[in-house]
């Protein structure tokens, strides 16, 4: 799914605003879990977590579901966007992908009201 970002990310003096968006699959979850334990955040209680690590937490999961359209995949690591993603795209984003996951959701349903053909 598509959309673009209200005040965008800016890289080297550019700003880039178009966005999309995927569903989490499961290789995403795994290089996630591996990015995370990188960073030392694997298995950490979370009443332990500053505010700071659980929205990189947050950043690393989004990392592996968001593509800024004229930016390279490697460039969007976790700390990249909780550096450069404003709160209010932040938002938009996030918004974006609650929207795919209902449309998906939709589809499945619409699919199993249809009587399966022999």
Known sequence: M???????????G??????EVNLLTLVGECRAVAMLDELGLVGLPENTL??????????VYLSQQLNIVG?????????????HLTPT????????LADLRKKRIA?????????ISP
């Open 2 to 12: 598509n959309g673009r970002l209200l005040l965008g990310l800016e890289v080297d």
């Open 14 to 19: 550019a700003v880039y605003f178009d966005f």
């Open 50 to 59: 500053s505010a700071e690590q659980m929205l990189l937490i947050e950043m």
């Open 71 to 83: 930016l390279p995949s490697e460039q969007l690591s976790a700390e990249f966007l909780l550096n």
């Open 89 to 96: 795209d932040y938002e938009l984003v996030g918004q974006c």
């Open 107 to 115: 589809a499945g349903e619409r699919l199993s009201e249809k009587p």
